[in-house]
């Protein structure tokens, strides 16, 4: 079975800084994939970042990266220049296939971040 | 854009009644999801369906069931709810079955059972 760690459950972080947010999973699986979700306050939950475990170059969106490390089984967020609406619970998901033609994500417990004017 | 909508935002139930969850998307995905947030413990899968009256046990199905008779709406069962089962409930979907499909999320529904 697939587990999801998230040693960090809260974190807060300055406006306009850089934090870094952990994640790390177990897996024997060798093709997978690791997202990223937030959930905002009272409000729905959403992919930030995705990454394939096939692919070396770490995934970029705008302010969000992560940091890929295979072999060590890390898959950390990183958010440069933090706003305000960064505001959120962060869950890092592994997804395994499940066999029955769909699949199922496994998700971490979560990083509650605060960004502080 | 993925419209998932849930009935309801708020629910209060007493303990032994069945309980209906609905969840609805807009955009004609395959597959639909239900999972139960709690604090600490992250998302827990509770079922998932892949395709109309398809269906297959999450992580914690146990005192739960599903249906699926239309592609679009996936409805969680509480058979005889229990206070364990007071929760946040979250359903999401799926364009397909692909691995890196994204799961778009509906606001969830904050269960309290008395």
């Known amino acids: 079975a697939q587990t999801v760690t998230q040693s960090q459950p809260e974190m807060s972080v300055q406006e306009a800084e850089t934090v870094t947010l952990s994640c790390t999973y177990d897996t024997s699986e060798s093709n997978y994939y690791l997202f990223w979700y937030k959930q905002p306050p009272s409000r729905q939950m959403i992919l930030v970042i995705r990454q394939e475990a096939y692919k070396q170059q770490n995934a970029t969106e705008n302010r969000f990266s992560v940091n890929f490390q295979k072999a060590a089984k890390s898959f950390s967020l990183k958010i440069s220049d933090s706003q305000l609406g960064d505001t959120a619970m962060y869950f890092c998901?592994?997804?395994?296939?499940?066999?029955?033609?769909?699949?199922?994500?496994?998700f971490g417990k979560g990083t509650k971040l605060s960004v502080i004017p | 854009d993925v419209k998932v909508t849930q009935s309801s935002r708020y629910l209060v139930k007493r303990t032994g009644e069945k309980v209906f969850l609905e969840c609805v998307q807009d955009m004609d995905h395959e597959n639909m999801f239900w999972y139960r947030q709690d604090p600490g413990l992250g998302l827990r899968l509770i079922y998932f369906s892949y395709d109309v009256k398809m269906k297959e046990k999450g992580d914690i199905p146990e005192g739960y069931s599903v249906s699926r008779e239309k592609k679009e709406r996936f409805s969680l069962i509480l058979e005889s709810a229990s206070t364990n089962q007071t929760s946040m409930y979250l359903c999401a979907s799926t364009l397909t079955g692909h691995t890196t499909d994204t799961q778009y999320f509906g606001p969830g529904t904050r269960l309290t059972v008395l």
């Open positions: 998901a592994f997804t395994g296939y499940s066999g029955a033609g769909s699949y199922q994500l496994t």
